[in-house]
């Protein structure tokens, strides 16, 4: 299989780009449209979505590259006889509209290779940023049966477009992201973690070729996670993330967690890969006495730290103090690049599964 053509995507602009107009998938809880992407013909069949979290803009960012580029590929590109692709950029069109005053603000700045490139406002962020609470998460907000009206619009219309595909999937990736972290983090398929030694090596020799640390946090099973190995956690559960909030003694907080989009993609058969992308808007040096922003306390706890410190300051004034408390932005094209890595290894590894005969894999392996 071909490496993804990870340069060529990122060239261009850093802004959100423009992908070609899509199926109307659905539409959100305020009216706006959801657009899918049904694109190649190959028997290897991947979902790729982004934008469950709305404060996480660079993963719909790097999709609506990854359209642009499929839909304007030559009939006979690899990438489309090989891969049969359904693609939804933004689940969550209403909190990008939410996050815009924030994500519209971006700074100038280099990415590792010392070429021009973009970080987010750090006073912009924190002042204007939106997260959904339990409850309208998306990630964990996908329909519990056929019948589940009380999961919102936005899930029920990604759930409806990826189960329409007919077949099991072989890989299914979420790209999210973090606040603040030292590097970036990499989440995986519990089942495939004995499968993914090479794709965790050549992740590792990206991060540090790149000149970044990876965020290595051990939960100790909280929520899901649990570490595999320096990196890489396998993907949080909707049944681990029940049992914590029950353990808290808050049952009505637990009910409100639904299947994850991997759960979800899992349910509809077949042995699939699943993977979320943790890429921070912005690194932690190491050191310092700050707060930690592990978990939704901690980040809340950082964020008050890091408004305070940086009072009423914009835009390079804003980016100029972070830096002296040990926090710069991550520029942009070097997070997409990492999601690219990322998707391209796990193409990689699926593909190796299948050649290898895994019956598992190979039982959902049809033609388009």
């Given amino acids: 299989m071909n490496d993804l053509p990870v340069e060529s995507l990122l060239a261009g602009s850093v802004g959100l780009s423009s992908p070609p107009p899509g199926l109307e998938i659905g539409r959100s809880q305020r009216g706006r449209t959801l657009h899918g992407y049904r694109l190649g013909r190959g028997p290897l ?217 991997m759960e979800y993609v899992r349910s509809l058969g077949g042995d699939p890969l699943t993977l979320v992308s943790e890429m921070p808007l912005f690194l932690l040096a190491t050191g310092g006495s700050r707060p930690s922003p592990v978990g939704t306390e901690g980040r809340l706890r950082f964020q008050a730290w890091l408004r305070d410190l940086l009072g009423p300051a914009e835009g390079s004034e804003a980016v100029r103090r972070a830096a002296e408390a040990g926090v710069r932005g991550m520029p942009l094209r070097d997070q997409m690049r990492l999601q690219l890595a990322f998707l391209d290894q796990a193409l990689k590894t699926v593909r190796m599964s299948l050649d290898d005969g895994d019956p598992n894999a190979r039982d959902s392996m049809v033609d388009s």
């Fill in 45 to 261: 069949r991947v979902s790729l979505i982004a934008g469950c979290h709305a404060d996480e803009p660079v993963g719909p960012a790097m999709l609506r590259r990854l359209v642009g580029r499929l839909a304007g590929a030559a009939a006979r590109d690899p990438l489309l006889e090989e891969i049969s692709w359904w693609i939804v950029p933004h689940v969550n069109p209403d909190g990008e509209e939410a996050n815009a005053p924030w994500t519209e603000r971006r700074c100038p700045a280099a990415d590792h290779r010392g070429q021009t490139d973009e970080v987010y406002d750090p006073g912009a962020y924190l002042r204007h940023v939106d997260r959904e609470p339990p409850g309208d998460d998306l990630e964990f907000g996908f329909p519990r049966s056929p019948g589940d009206d009380g999961a919102r619009p936005e899930a029920r219309a990604v759930a409806a477009f990826l189960s329409a595909a007919g077949a099991p999937f072989h890989l299914h990736a979420s790209f999210h992201g973090m606040g603040f972290a030292p590097g970036p983090w990499f989440l995986l398929e519990p089942s495939w973690a004995d499968r993914t030694g090479a794709l965790r090596d050549s992740l590792r020799e990206k991060v540090a070729a790149m000149g970044y640390p990876l965020a290595d946090p051990d939960r100790r099973g909280e929520k899901g996670f649990v570490r595999i190995d320096r990196g890489f956690t396998t993907r949080p559960d909707s049944e681990a993330m029940r049992r914590h909030f029950l353990e808290r003694d808050e049952p009505e907080t637990a009910e409100l967690f639904r299947p994850s989009s």
